[in-house]
């Protein structure tokens, strides 16, 4: 493991005063930074697995990662959820290859162990071989310590002295809250992900989530070529981010969100659909409640998931300067089909690997990751709105749609736990 960076070094890194609010650049740079916040963030807090409904059935399974360590997700047969750590209790090989699927057991690749889905060791070809005394009972496959699910988002935790995870989520579970409420009483399923990577730093994906500040500029082509399809439902969201109304939040557990100010309708599809799920939102929340959910809103849970209110995202750090992002739609179960398939057009069209808004953020982000390469670039700033928000008697801060007030919250917990004791 890399030598650590001591407490100093770190809370020298966010720099917080009443007329700026910086961060070092060396913050984003180099494979010491990387290492520590694998096992003072991602291995220390909860992250996000998957959505429950990737796993329903008994036997399913999925592939991914917390941090860097491989993981496997699964459903046992009596029906519990399981992390696993994909890596083989004989010598090590991956045990999962495949990115999801349903199985009775995993069969290593390598020499044919087996094991259920639970991670228990059933199998070792021609056994006989081993000798007196073997203990096959610490063979399982390793256990993430943790896991628990809150409104159908499943995380892990390596620390098995991990908070709660409803502590965890604090000032970001009513927003998960009224996210689970677009659904009109149903639930989501989650389609298959779209993928992109870039060759930066996982935190400037991670930072952009909830910024209101670059869409006029970063996305003014975009908005151009969208522009002349009035009427579409992408149109509508892309103005309403260019008006700059609206708020950010940031929470002192280093989540964030941005909230567009007017309500998004279901813009592109049938207007008796729309008007359908309008009406079934305002029978079950009310006029106001239904205004509420359906405004536009998108969030970080620290650190690496986003929910956007058609998607989620998860940000996947693989390096210093690589970055994978997993993009999934998300379908409202028995929702009318056009209001699917318009979720799904979002995700393909806009926020997804080929979208016309992600192409944009990743060639800025791969650029960012250039200008930090160099050394004699010290500091970034990340001070619009510092000292101007609102704060609540919980910690909540909340800025106007343009303001950096999540950013802020999301370093602020990035220092706490970097410099925390290992
Ligand atoms: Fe898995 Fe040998 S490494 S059976
Ligand atoms: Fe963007």
Redesign the pocket.
């Known amino acids: 493991m890399n030598a650590r960076l001591p407490p100093h070094t770190i809370t020298k890194m966010v720099d917080e005063q009443a007329h700026e609010f910086r961060v070092a650049t060396a913050a984003y740079r180099g494979p010491e930074v990387f290492a520590q916040e694998m096992e003072q963030i991602f291995y220390k807090t909860w992250i996000y697995l998957c959505h429950e409904s990737e796993i329903a059935k008994p036997g399913d399974f999925k592939s991914t990662q917390i941090g860097t360590r491989p993981v496997i997700v699964t459903r046992g047969r009596e029906g519990g959820i399981h992390a696993l750590l994909n890596a083989?209790?004989?010598?090590?090989?991956t045990?999962c290859r495949e990115e999801k699927g349903n199985t009775r057991a995993f069969v290593?690749?390598?020499?044919?162990?087996s094991f259920r889905t639970s991670g228990e060791l059933i199998g070792?070809p021609d056994d006989a071989r081993y000798p007196e005394g073997f203990n096959k009972s610490d063979k399982n496959l390793k256990s993430v310590p943790r896991v628990a699910a809150y409104g159908g988002l499943v995380f892990g935790s390596f620390n098995p002295d991990v908070e709660p995870l409803e502590t965890f989520l604090g000032g970001a579970k009513q927003h998960i809250d009224l996210w689970l409420k677009r659904t009109a009483g149903s639930t989501y399923r989650v389609a298959t992900s779209h993928k992109y990577g870039f060759d930066g730093n996982w935190k400037f994906q991670a930072e952009n989530v909830y910024d209101g500040y670059h869409p006029g500029f970063v996305h003014r082509s975009a908005f151009n070529t969208v522009r002349k399809f009035e009427g579409s439902f992408e149109n509508r969201e892309l103005h309403a981010a260019v008006r700059q109304q609206g708020y950010t939040r940031g929470y002192p557990e280093g989540h964030g969100t941005l909230e567009a100010g007017a309500p998004l309708e279901s813009g592109g599809i049938d207007p008796a659909v729309r008007d359908a799920y309008n009406t079934q939102l305002k029978t079950l929340y009310g006029e106001d409640g239904a205004a509420e959910v359906l405004t536009n809103r998108q969030f970080l849970i620290f650190p690496n998931l986003t929910i956007f209110d058609f998607n989620i995202r998860v940000i996947q750090p693989i390096a210093h300067d690589r970055t994978e992002v997993y993009s999934y739609p998300l379908m409202i179960d028995g929702a009318h089909d056009e209001i699917n398939a318009n979720r799904m057009l979002d995700a393909q069209t806009r926020v997804g690997t080929a979208g016309i808004l992600s192409a944009d953020d990743i060639d800025v982000f791969a650029g960012g990751q250039n200008a930090l390469r160099t050394e004699a670039f010290e500091w970034i700033t990340l001070s619009r709105g510092l000292g101007k928000e609102e704060v609540k008697p919980d910690g909540e801060r909340v800025g106007v749609y343009s303001d950096e007030a999540p950013q802020r919250a999301f370093w602020r917990k990035w220092r706490a736990l970097m410099a925390a004791a290992a």
Do not use: D, E, L, V
């Open positions: 083989c209790t004989h010598r090590g090989a045990i290593c690749p390598y020499h044919g162990w070792i």
